[in-house]
C-alpha cells in the first residue's frame, strides 16, 4: 500500500524559511510526478508546485521565485524549500504523486503558519 508522509511544517515569522519533505512508501516504482498543494481555511485546495519524473517543474504565481521543489528519484522523495514566507502562505501542505497509470496519492498534510 503506497503511503505518502509528510514533515517539515510549523510556525515561521514572515520572511523566515521553511523545508517540506515528502517521503513515499510501499512502493518500489517512481512516480509520474510528484508535488505539493496547499489549502488555507475556508479556501479550496491549490496547486503549489510539481516536479515530473524527468524534473520539469510547475509553480504557481504566487509561490514563483520564492519556492523550489526538488526530488530524489531513488528515496521517491519530494522536497520544497519555501523561502520569503508571507502569511498568505498559511495552509496545510499537502504532498501528491501520480503514478504511470493515472492513480493519484495524497499525504496526510502538514500544517504551516507563517505570522506577521
Known amino acids: 500500500q503506497v503511503q505518502l508522509e509528510e514533515s517539515g511544517g510549523g510556525l515561521v515569522q514572515a520572511g523566515g524559511s521553511l523545508r517540506l519533505s515528502c517521503a513515499a512508501s510501499?512502493?518500489?516504482?517512481?512516480?509520474?510526478?510528484m508535488g505539493w498543494y496547499r489549502q488555507a481555511p475556508g479556501k479550496q485546495r491549490e496547486l503549489v508546485a510539481t516536479?515530473?519524473?524527468?524534473?520539469?517543474?510547475s509553480y504557481a504565481d504566487s509561490v514563483k521565485g520564492r519556492f523550489t521543489i526538488s526530488k530524489e528519484n531513488a528515496k521517491n522523495t519530494v522536497y520544497l524549500q519555501m523561502n520569503s514566507l508571507k502569511p498568505e502562505d498559511t495552509a496545510v501542505y499537502y504532498c501528491?504523486?501520480?503514478?504511470?497509470?493515472?492513480?493519484?496519492?495524497w499525504g496526510p498534510g502538514t500544517q504551516v503558519t507563517v505570522s506577521s
Open positions: 510501499g512502493t518500489i516504482f517512481v512516480f509520474n510526478t
Open positions: 501528491y504523486a501520480r503514478g504511470w497509470d493515472g492513480y493519484e496519492y
Open positions: 516536479i515530473t519524473n524527468g524534473g520539469v517543474t
